[in-house]
Each structure stands twice: as C-alpha cells, then as structure tokens.
C-alpha cells in the first residue's frame, strides 16, 4: 500500500546534472526520513544523502559539496540535485523513507532504483 517511485536517472557526461525525484504514495500517516542510497557494480550500497521530517540533512563524504537533498513534504517526494557528476557517480540509485502508514506500522520503504551513468 506504500511505493516510492523514482525517477529521474540517465545518461550524462562527466561535469554535468541530474535530478533524481522520488515520489512516495500510498496509505501514509507520516513520513519520518528520507534518502538516497546507491550501488555500483561491485560495490556495497552506500548512503548518498539523508534529510529528516525537519529538514536536517547528510551527506556522504563522496558527494558531498556536488549533491543536495531537498524534499516536499505537501507531495510526498525528496529530491537529489546531483551537480558536477563524475564517472564514479555511475550507480543504481535507490530511494528510501522510513514511513508511518495509516494503521501507524512503521516501516523503512525502497524504491526499484534509477540508474545514472556519468560518462568520461
């Protein structure tokens, strides 16, 4: 009854943007925080970046000073602005939300993942 759709992925180049949005609908009571994690070939999934129902935000040191996190909280949906994109930016990148439902289950929620692929 809970889905996180993303979308937004692609093909860039090396230097280029992205926005990644992440929509999440269903029977929700209340949405605690919101993230964006992501898995390149080989590698674990990494936390990309994180923002809590006040606002408060993280970043993993990788991305940090290229890549923001917003979210709107009226349309259910968190953002990744992704600025100066570089080929290790090159991933599936997977949606999170740690979700109260209506009948207040709690749960950590994903999304199918988007890809992005930053070329050199």
């Known amino acids: 009854q809970v889905q996180l759709v993303e979308s937004g992925g692609g093909l860039v180049q090396a230097g280029g943007s992205l926005r990644l949005s992440c929509a999440a609908s269903g029977n929700i009571f209340r949405i605690s925080s919101m993230g964006w994690y992501r898995q390149a070939p080989g590698k674990q999934r990494e936390s990309v970046a994180e923002v809590t129902s006040t606002g408060s935000t993280n970043y993993g040191a990788s991305v940090k000073g290229r890549f923001t996190i917003s979210r709107d909280n009226a349309k259910n949906t968190v953002y990744l602005q992704m600025n100066s994109l570089k080929p290790e930016d090159t991933a599936v990148y997977y949606c999170?939300?740690?979700?109260?439902?209506?009948?207040?289950?709690?749960?950590?929620?994903w999304g199918q993942g988007t890809q992005v692929t930053v070329s050199s």
């Open positions: 999170n939300a740690q979700i109260i439902t209506i009948s207040y289950a709690q749960t950590y929620y």
